[in-house]
């Protein structure tokens, strides 16, 4: 049975329960261990981790990252998974269950640039990478063996230990012989996880699982499948592909393939980011124009430090409105030339945001840009309309420079504060 130790990365063709070599329990064993070669992972508990990372002193707390009582929670570390804390909860719900939990906004500018750092590690190893988020992405291993002189399961096992040793987040991978299977994969044995499906066991491992591990169906799709009698993967495998199709349409094929754990669906490298977009739900609902005024600029920094870090810019501006009835509000405008500064994109959406006139109070406000790009630096370029754009653009990326240097309150905007 080939083995591999994750402390020490020695590899075995017996399955020991101590690593011969540094005695380490971590070991990984599976039959077709050297095979497989499609991955998916994962860091755990992302920006949670990160802020442990950066303040020790919040280690062995419980720790949300998101903010305001109507908000909702981001992210959290798994000492409040523990207490049933999950992600997307409302904040109010979630400060029920953990009253003691440690509470941060998030920092997206800084989640970024780990990102980036951990993109670089992968590239080194291949590049057919489909990234799913700032932490996760798929990884297509086949043919790199001769390269790295080791196969995909040992590739993986030692960026997850870069990635510990370098960057302080631990991570948690699946290998399989599809993407749909090293999803499920990477979700089995959280955090530091490692696990195997292998094509000769896909059917038994599928067949009692729940249909609920199915990536991408919602609330209504498992209620349609819970008044079919489905709920596991072998209760799909007693309905044929025509009567599925019949009664769920095109989800019914893909139903009739993934319960037999078929997935043709490449690793996608040029999977484009498609917009970038941040918003805030208030504590108390609100009508105050410095108020809103203050929290659509935080918005257009957050956005435009999340396009610096991916080196895009964006044509279209976007503003979201939610009444307090709930009821939605979306303006858009294109722009001239693409943007990722937050000049520009704070004047834009506040511009949106006068044109809608005064339908407040307000509990939500987003702000966001779409049809990315590549950034370029048109933002130099001379407007008729605006003669100081230029300026302002400069005076931004020579904040961004100090910022980088030290710290990112080292300069902060006075409309910032409101």
Known sequence: ??????????????????????????????????D?????????????????????????????????????????????????????????????????????????????EVSRQIRAMMDALTPAIEPLSLDEAFLDLRGTARLHHAPPALVMARLVRRIEQELGLTASVGLSHNKFLAKIASDLEKPRGFSVIGQAETLAFLAPKSVRMIWG???????????????????????????????????????????????????????????????????????????????????????????KAHDMAGWTVTLKLKRANHTLITRARKLDRPTQLADAIYRTARHLFDAVGNQGPYRLLGVGISDLLPARDDDRQT????????????????????????????????????
């Not at 309309?385 to 005076?395: E, F, H, I, Q, S």
């Open 36 to 112: 497989l070669g499609i991955a998916h992972m994962d860091c755990d508990a992302f920006f949670a981790s990160v802020e442990k990372r950066d303040n020790p002193a919040l280690q062995d707390k419980p720790l949300i990252v998101g903010g305001g009582t109507r908000g909702v929670v981001s992210t959290c570390c798994y000492i409040a998974r523990v207490r049933g804390v999950r992600s997307a909860m409302p904040m109010f719900q979630a400060k029920k269950l953990c009253p003691d939990a440690v509470v941060v906004p998030p920092r997206m500018s800084v989640y970024a």
């Open 383 to 418: 407007d008729l309309l605006d003669p100081d754009a230029p300026k302002r653009a400069g005076a931004e990326r020579a904040t961004d420079a100090i910022r980088a240097r030290f710290g990112k309150d080292a300069i902060i905007k006075g409309r910032s504060l409101r």
């Open 217 to 307: 169906i919602g609330p209504a799709g498992q209620e349609q499948l819970e008044r079919a009698g489905i709920r596991t993967f072998s209760d799909i495998t007693r309905w044929d592909r025509q009567a599925l199709h019949e009664r769920f349409g095109a989800m019914g094929s893909r139903l009739y393939h993934l319960a037999r754990g078929q997935d043709a669906r490449p690793v996608a490298p040029d999977r484009a980011l498609k917009g970038i977009s941040n918003e805030t739900t208030f504590d108390v609902d609100t009508s105050d124009p410095d108020l809103l005024d203050g929290h659509i600029w935080r918005m257009a920094e957050k956005v435009s430090g999340r396009a």
């Open 1 to 34: 049975m080939p083995s591999l130790c994750r402390s020490c990365l020695s590899v075995f063709d017996d399955a020991p329960p101590r690593c011969p070599a540094c005695r380490s329990p971590r070991m990984l064993s599976h039959p077709e261990l050297f």
